[in-house]
């Protein structure tokens, strides 16, 4: 009896243990942000591709403009650089676009006023001039945040309420030929214009990061998308290529490359292995050049450290970007950054993460990869 009582009231106890336990159960739901996928990192504007898709456009995505379509009622999104572009292809493009194609690109160079040309075959065939701003804003000074964070404005006919757009306001862009008929400003620039081309028309942007997949969703850049490719069939093509080396030479140098070939072959000739006594190997008298670098850099790591090699690319850096600019110095540590990404031609805050110097010893791959990365920022000076 007295066994039966104990397993009934142990019994009880686990049951109102369980529902204790229960009742300090509550349900809640995470959200684990794993980042962009695979996809969005090989292409940055996956988020625009998609968009217009939903928008019941049809998109196709070219690698290049080999095979361009028909012009009617097409657009061409020309996004990323195009700066390897041959004459002959950028002659077809404007042909394609006077046709009655719609071409959309970037502007990819500043007008020279000595050389009366940009180097930009799409710019200088449509009359288009990039310039900085800075260089045309009289009495402002070139640290106005306000100007520089001023939202361009593009205004429809007959709508009273303009899209807001968020452009670098380091370029401005001037119709020399005075064509154009749509235009985005902000208080700092134009960074849109739209023109007549033959029986097409061409839309130049100052920059296209507003589509990338990280900012396509802010302000009205996607509405800014879908008002350029209405009612058409869209071709998206990241990047331009030229024609390769190997291809120019072959098509302006036959000769001279069958020369060289020859050449070649008459000097594997001569250091072909031939019979005779074996010569002695001769001892090094002294280490190789190669070997000697890697010595010198190992012991300017093993002594300085990680920082101190960092330290001496980004003053190198300053040093070149004041040779160019004789106000760097002078500028706040904010204003320098935006100086080198102007004169460099890279995003903001790429160059700030190059120039700061971490507060902890990076790994090696790391490391590596931030030297090469400090290298090209130097290079591009």
Same mark, same amino acid.
């Given at each position: 009896?007295?066994?039966?009582?104990s *397993?009934?009231?142990?019994?009880?106890?686990?049951?109102?243990? @369980?529902?204790?336990?229960? /009742?300090?159960?509550?349900?809640?739901?995470?959200?684990?942000?794993?980042?962009?996928? $695979?996809?969005?990192?090989?292409?940055?504007?996956?988020?625009?591709?998609?968009f217009?898709?939903?928008?019941g456009?049809?998109?196709?995505?070219?690698?290049?403009?080999?095979?361009?379509?028909?012009?009617?009622?097409?657009?061409?999104?020309?996004?990323?650089?195009?700066?390897?572009?041959t004459?002959?292809?950028?002659?077809? *493009?404007?042909?394609?676009?006077?046709?009655? @194609?719609?071409?959309?690109?970037?502007?990819?160079?500043?007008?020279?006023?000595?050389?009366?040309?940009?180097?930009?075959?799409?710019?200088?065939?449509?009359?288009?001039?990039?310039? %900085?701003?800075?260089?045309?804003?009289?009495?402002?000074?070139?640290d106005?945040?306000?100007?520089?964070? +001023?939202?361009?404005r593009?205004?429809?006919?007959?709508?009273?309420?303009?899209?807001?757009l968020?452009?670098?306001t380091?370029?401005?862009?001037?119709?020399?030929?005075?064509?154009?008929?749509?235009?985005?400003?902000s208080?700092?620039?134009?960074?849109?214009?739209?023109?007549?081309?033959?029986? /097409?028309?061409a839309?130049?942007?100052?920059?296209?990061?507003?589509?990338?997949?990280?900012?396509?969703?802010?302000?009205?850049?996607?509405?800014? %998308?879908?008002?350029?490719?209405?009612?058409?069939? $869209?071709?998206?093509?990241?990047?331009?290529?030229?024609?390769?080396?190997?291809? &120019?030479? %072959?098509?302006?140098f036959?000769?001279?490359?069958?020369a060289?070939?020859l050449?070649?072959g008459? &000097?594997l000739w001569?250091?072909?292995?031939?019979?005779?006594p074996?010569?002695?190997?001769?001892?090094?008298?002294?280490?190789?050049?190669?070997?000697? %670098?890697?010595?010198?850099?190992?012991?300017?790591l093993?002594? @300085?450290g990680q920082?101190?090699?960092?330290?001496?690319?980004?003053?190198d850096?300053?040093?070149?970007?004041?040779?160019?600019?004789?106000?760097?110095?002078?500028?706040? +540590?904010?204003?320098?950054?935006?100086? *080198?990404?102007?004169?460099?031609?890279?995003?903001?805050?790429?160059?700030r993460?190059?120039?700061?110097?971490?507060?902890?010893?990076?790994?090696?791959?790391?490391?590596?990869?931030?030297?090469?990365?400090?290298?090209? *920022?130097?290079?591009?000076?």
């Amino acid at each position: 009896m007295k066994g039966r009582l104990s *397993l009934a009231t142990a019994g009880l106890a686990l049951a109102l243990l @369980g529902t204790w336990l229960l /009742g300090q159960l509550h349900p809640y739901r995470e959200i684990v942000e794993r980042g962009p996928t $695979v996809q969005a990192r090989a292409n940055p504007y996956l988020a625009a591709e998609l968009f217009l898709r939903r928008q019941g456009l049809e998109v196709r995505r070219a690698g290049g403009l080999e095979t361009l379509a028909a012009p009617g009622r097409q657009t061409l999104l020309l996004l990323g650089g195009h700066e390897h572009m041959t004459p002959r292809l950028a002659a077809r *493009l404007l042909d394609w676009t006077a046709a009655g @194609g719609h071409l959309v690109f970037v502007a990819g160079s500043l007008w020279d006023e000595k050389a009366g040309r940009s180097g930009d075959l799409l710019l200088d065939g449509l009359g288009i001039q990039q310039y %900085l701003s800075e260089d045309l804003a009289v009495g402002k000074s070139r640290d106005d945040d306000r100007q520089r964070k +001023e939202l361009a404005r593009f205004y429809l006919q007959n709508e009273k309420t303009p899209a807001y757009l968020a452009f670098d306001t380091t370029f401005h862009l001037y119709d020399s030929r005075h064509r154009a008929y749509a235009w985005a400003n902000s208080g700092a620039a134009t960074h849109l214009l739209q023109v007549r081309h033959g029986q /097409g028309s061409a839309t130049v942007l100052s920059d296209d990061w507003i589509w990338e997949n990280a900012r396509i969703g802010d302000h009205d850049h996607a509405w800014l %998308l879908w008002y350029l490719c209405r009612d058409t069939r $869209v071709t998206l093509v990241h990047r331009v290529a030229g024609d390769s080396l190997a291809t &120019l030479l %072959l098509r302006h140098f036959p000769a001279a490359l069958l020369a060289l070939v020859l050449l070649a072959g008459c &000097l594997l000739w001569r250091a072909g292995l031939r019979q005779g006594p074996a010569l002695p190997v001769a001892a090094p008298a002294r280490r190789q050049l190669e070997e000697h %670098l890697r010595a010198g850099a190992d012991f300017l790591l093993r002594r @300085g450290g990680q920082a101190s090699l960092l330290q001496g690319l980004q003053q190198d850096i300053r040093r070149h970007a004041a040779r160019r600019d004789p106000h760097f110095a002078d500028l706040s +540590e904010d204003a320098q950054w935006q100086s *080198l990404a102007r004169l460099a031609r890279l995003p903001s805050e790429q160059v700030r993460r190059l120039m700061e110097t971490p507060g902890k010893r990076l790994p090696a791959a790391d490391f590596t990869r931030q030297v090469a990365d400090l290298q090209r *920022l130097r290079n591009a000076l």
